[in-house]
């Protein structure tokens, strides 16, 4: 890993620590959402004001980037999030959740790093699992809601992460088109490993 590469990493972990954790996972300061404006606005923001889980949407559109199904391969990330989301909503409990999730961006970011890429199977059932992983500690924010602000949730949520996920898949594609793909998705992996590793750190440390 070149300096470059290093100081990206450093400076996302630094970004990452600074965060406030209460924040990052509650769109509405800890408000459960009453009205379908409420679950939309709730949807619509919580995967990109959290460091943990936008990064890990992003790592999941570059990871795609590089397979002719990308676009299917993000979009099973995306419904594989939702679903996680509507496991937590019955109140089913998953022990160091949070944590797992911090571990899930530190893989992705890694993925990044290296020289080869992933067979479409593997990335596939990564993604699966990532998305079950971050959809259900999303899914704490919505827990306790209504039909409608759920339903709305859900929407938001689905439009946002399709669209952070595509957008970085095909950013990622043009930016291989010009050769220059190599460092920057190192520069990416980086720097989504130190928000996972800075996210872990947040987890750990206070349980110490």
Not at 26 to 37: D, E, Q
Not at 50 to 58: I, K, M, N, R
Not at 157 to 172: D, E, H, M, N, R
Request: aromatic content about 6%; some cysteine.
């Amino acid at each position: 890993m070149n300096k470059k590469t290093l100081i990206v990493g450093l400076i996302l972990a630094s970004i990452a620590l600074m965060a406030d954790p209460a924040f990052a996972h509650h769109v509405m300061r800890g408000r459960i959402p009453v009205t379908f404006v409420d679950g939309l606005l709730s949807g619509l923001g919580h995967p990109v004001i959290g460091l943990d889980h936008f990064a890990a949407v992003v790592a999941v559109g570059c990871l795609a980037a590089a397979h002719r199904a990308g676009p299917a391969l993000a979009i099973g990330f995306v419904l594989a999030m939702i679903t996680g989301v509507a496991v937590h909503v019955p109140g089913t409990t998953v022990p160091g959740a949070e944590i797992m999730v911090a571990l899930s961006v530190i893989i992705l970011g890694a993925m990044l790093l290296r020289k080869r890429q992933m067979a479409a199977g593997a990335a596939f059932g990564l993604f699966i699992a990532v998305g079950l992983i971050h959809g259900y500690v999303l899914g704490e924010s919505i827990y306790g809601a209504e039909a409608a602000p759920l339903t709305a949730y859900f929407i938001g949520l689905a439009v946002i992460q399709s669209a952070v996920a595509l957008a970085a898949l095909f950013a990622t594609r043009a930016v291989a088109q010009r050769q220059a793909d190599v460092l920057t998705l190192r520069l990416v992996g980086a720097g989504i490993t130190g928000i996972g590793l800075a996210v872990l750190m947040q987890q750990v440390i206070p349980a110490v």
